[in-house]
């Protein structure tokens, strides 16, 4: 389970194997929670976080996630020993070398295709009219033109040097999924664009919400196949940025986020009501979350086919194999880096 902490004033304490909640009003009952239960700790509020519970938390190897303003501010983790010099060395070393270079196209051009393949299959299962159709088609034709891009004259270069060409691939391919996407969004929820920081309409409160909670799982995923989170090649080294995480999410927005939000959207689950506008900040509401997040929690531990690979897993087990992929990769036991890609 995920245990969600949200009441200003709450303290997260300790007692024997269990986590406890206690809250400043009398009339809120202390909660617990047994450690063997719990799978991820969010604190949205500001509480107090004990000692006692920082212990138990990180020897059970269980993270906790971090908001504000419904922005993830930090995470606390384990400390890892379990990660090999060897495996490390061998990811910075990459950095300056085409493999670096190699991973990043590899990695993005499998992101692109998760990106075509679910406009496709909801482009199938809707009844678009005649213009959002020409749209989507138009995009998804687009994006199809991404994944035979020739990028052999610069395999060879090293990241550092081709980065901005890769930011604008990259980036001209989300702008063709995100206009395509618009299409498929009821206009109710007033998507008209990706926006964060703070999210300013719902479906961008939905994807940042759950970003930062698939954020999390890859950063688990990263750290059990050793890998250093904080050493990416696509985006840039800064200090608390877990670059090489948002390297290897890429892969799983479109399979695990997208999917999810358009299902509920399209299943009526979710209305422009459970959400409320802070200013500019568009906040899911508490009742929606949970239903939210169960539904999340869900599409991770849901079996599911890598249509690059054939494999079926389920996605929490394709993150940790495509961060050891990598790593063996890196190290030059895998000839080629083969993303995870959805069916079609």
Same mark, same amino acid.
């Given at each position: 389970? %995920?245990?969600?902490?949200?009441?200003?004033?709450?303290?997260?304490?300790?007692?024997?194997?269990?986590? #406890?909640?206690?809250?400043?009003?009398?009339?809120?009952?202390? $909660?617990?929670?047994? &450690?063997?239960? /719990?799978?991820?700790?969010?604190?949205?509020?500001?509480?107090? /976080?004990?000692?006692?519970?920082?212990?138990?938390?990180?020897? $059970?190897?269980? +993270?906790?996630?971090?908001?504000?303003?419904?922005?993830?501010?930090?995470?606390?983790?384990?400390?890892?020993?379990?990660?090999?010099?060897?495996?490390?060395?061998?990811?910075?070393?990459?950095?300056?070398?085409?493999?670096?270079?190699?991973? %990043?196209?590899?990695? /993005?051009?499998?992101?692109?295709?998760?990106?075509?393949?679910?406009?496709?299959?909801?482009?199938? $299962?809707?009844?678009?009219?005649?213009?959002?159709?020409?749209?989507?088609?138009?995009?998804?034709?687009?994006?199809?033109?991404?994944?035979?891009?020739? @990028?052999?004259?610069?395999?060879?270069?090293? %990241?550092?040097?081709?980065?901005?060409?890769?930011?604008?691939?990259?980036?001209?391919?989300?702008?063709?999924?995100?206009?395509?996407?618009?299409?498929?969004?009821?206009?109710?929820?007033?998507?008209?664009?990706?926006?964060?920081?703070? +999210?300013?309409?719902?479906? $961008?409160?939905?994807?940042?919400?759950?970003?930062?909670?698939?954020?999390?799982?890859?950063?688990?995923?990263?750290?059990?196949?050793?890998?250093?989170? #904080?050493? *990416? @090649?696509?985006?840039?080294?800064?200090?608390?940025?877990?670059?090489?995480?948002?390297?290897?999410?890429?892969?799983?927005?479109?399979?695990?986020?997208?999917?999810? %939000?358009?299902?509920?959207? *399209?299943?009526?689950?979710?209305?422009?009501?459970?959400?409320?506008?802070? *200013?500019?900040?568009?906040?899911?509401?508490?009742? @929606?979350?949970?239903?939210?997040?169960?539904?999340? &929690?869900?599409?991770?531990?849901?079996?599911?086919?890598?249509?690059?690979? *054939?494999?079926?897993?389920?996605?929490?087990?394709?993150?940790?194999?495509?961060?050891?992929?990598?790593?063996?990769?890196?190290?030059?036991?895998?000839?080629?880096?083969?993303?995870?890609?959805?069916?079609?």
């Amino acid at each position: 389970m %995920i245990l969600i902490v949200a009441e200003h004033g709450a303290k997260i304490g300790k007692e024997g194997e269990r986590l #406890y909640v206690s809250y400043p009003s009398a009339e809120i009952a202390r $909660n617990y929670v047994p &450690i063997i239960k /719990l799978e991820q700790l969010i604190i949205e509020s500001k509480a107090t /976080l004990t000692s006692g519970a920082i212990d138990l938390l990180t020897a $059970n190897g269980i +993270p906790t996630l971090f908001f504000r303003g419904g922005k993830p501010v930090g995470i606390l983790h384990s400390y890892v020993a379990h990660g090999t010099v060897a495996i490390r060395r061998a990811q910075i070393l990459a950095y300056e070398s085409k493999l670096g270079t190699a991973f %990043i196209i590899s990695a /993005l051009k499998g992101a692109i295709a998760n990106k075509r393949n679910l406009l496709r299959r909801i482009q199938k $299962n809707r009844q678009l009219k005649p213009t959002a159709e020409t749209i989507v088609k138009t995009k998804i034709a687009e994006l199809e033109g991404f994944l035979h891009r020739d @990028f052999s004259k610069i395999l060879n270069k090293k %990241i550092g040097i081709i980065r901005d060409t890769i930011f604008a691939f990259e980036g001209a391919a989300a702008d063709a999924y995100f206009t395509a996407l618009k299409e498929l969004i009821s206009p109710e929820f007033h998507f008209f664009n990706r926006n964060r920081r703070p +999210p300013r309409d719902p479906m $961008n409160s939905m994807l940042s919400y759950a970003y930062s909670i698939l954020t999390m799982k890859v950063l688990s995923g990263v750290l059990v196949a050793g890998l250093e989170p #904080y050493a *990416g @090649f696509l985006h840039t080294d800064r200090s608390g940025k877990p670059s090489f995480v948002l390297d290897i999410i890429e892969e799983f927005r479109q399979p695990i986020v997208d999917r999810l %939000i358009l299902r509920l959207i *399209g299943k009526s689950e979710v209305t422009p009501d459970d959400f409320e506008m802070q *200013g500019e900040f568009c906040k899911i509401k508490d009742t @929606f979350k949970k239903h939210y997040l169960s539904e999340l &929690i869900g599409t991770f531990t849901r079996a599911e086919k890598n249509d690059q690979t *054939g494999k079926t897993m389920t996605f929490e087990q394709h993150i940790i194999h495509q961060a050891r992929h990598a790593g063996k990769f890196f190290k030059g036991e895998s000839s080629e880096y083969n993303p995870f890609i959805l069916s079609r």
